[in-house]
């Protein structure tokens, strides 16, 4: 027969092991969500700064803000379809979940990106003019009306490889 020593001590082993588990899982759900990651720099310019990276749409706008096109839009040469895959390369890169859409837009066929942000869920972003359309923007709804869904650069380059081909555009064509 157990004395009760040792039935408590392999209770508190039980619970030992489920608080082990429970750690572990928290630990696991915590860095799939990857609400925050924590870049401390260092140098003369930001001295005692401190960055804070999130997966929100402040964190997509930052990602943005330094991006700019070497050219502007041309239709049929380097358009809003190049762009979204380009951007959308860019994006994915630096670990965000995002979906090239094709759909009427200001009544014109038109490409742009739906990236996954934590606070808003589905947050567009125009890829012509890198704009990160907020859901009080009017604009929003009109961004979510879209025909066709690609969640990959290749599911874009399977449907019409040319549409989606921005290395043969200039300036990254030989």
């Given at each position: 027969?157990?004395?009760?020593?040792?039935?408590?001590?392999?209770?508190?082993?039980?619970?030992g092991k489920w608080?082990?588990?429970?750690?572990?899982?928290?630990?696991?759900?915590?860095?799939?969500?990857?609400?925050n990651?924590?870049?401390?720099?260092?140098?003369s310019?930001?001295?005692?700064?401190?960055?804070?990276?999130?997966?929100?749409?402040?964190?997509?706008e930052?990602?943005?803000?330094n991006?700019t096109?070497?050219r502007?839009?041309?239709?049929g040469?380097?358009?809003?379809?190049e762009?979204?895959?380009?951007?959308w390369?860019?994006?994915?890169?630096?670990g965000?979940?995002?979906?090239?859409?094709?759909?009427?837009?200001h009544?014109?066929?038109?490409?742009?990106?739906?990236?996954d942000?934590?606070?808003?869920?589905?947050t567009?972003?125009?890829?012509?003019?890198?704009r990160?359309?907020?859901?009080?923007?009017?604009?929003?709804?009109?961004y979510?009306?879209?025909?066709?869904?690609?969640?990959?650069l290749q599911?874009?380059?399977?449907?019409?490889?040319?549409?989606f081909?921005?290395?043969?555009?200039?300036?990254?064509s030989?």
């Amino acid at each position: 027969m157990e004395t009760p020593e040792k039935k408590g001590e392999k209770r508190m082993g039980k619970f030992g092991k489920w608080q082990v588990l429970s750690l572990a899982l928290a630990v696991c759900l915590g860095f799939s969500i990857g609400f925050n990651v924590y870049q401390h720099f260092s140098g003369s310019d930001s001295e005692n700064a401190q960055f804070v990276f999130t997966w929100d749409v402040a964190g997509l706008e930052h990602t943005l803000k330094n991006f700019t096109w070497m050219r502007s839009s041309e239709t049929g040469v380097f358009d809003c379809s190049e762009m979204s895959a380009y951007l959308w390369q860019y994006l994915t890169n630096r670990g965000w979940k995002c979906a090239l859409v094709l759909g009427y837009y200001h009544q014109r066929y038109h490409a742009w990106l739906l990236v996954d942000t934590v606070d808003e869920f589905i947050t567009p972003v125009e890829s012509t003019t890198l704009r990160v359309i907020r859901r009080n923007d009017t604009d929003y709804e009109g961004y979510l009306q879209f025909k066709k869904f690609f969640p990959t650069l290749q599911d874009a380059l399977d449907w019409n490889r040319e549409d989606f081909d921005y290395w043969n555009s200039y300036p990254y064509s030989p």
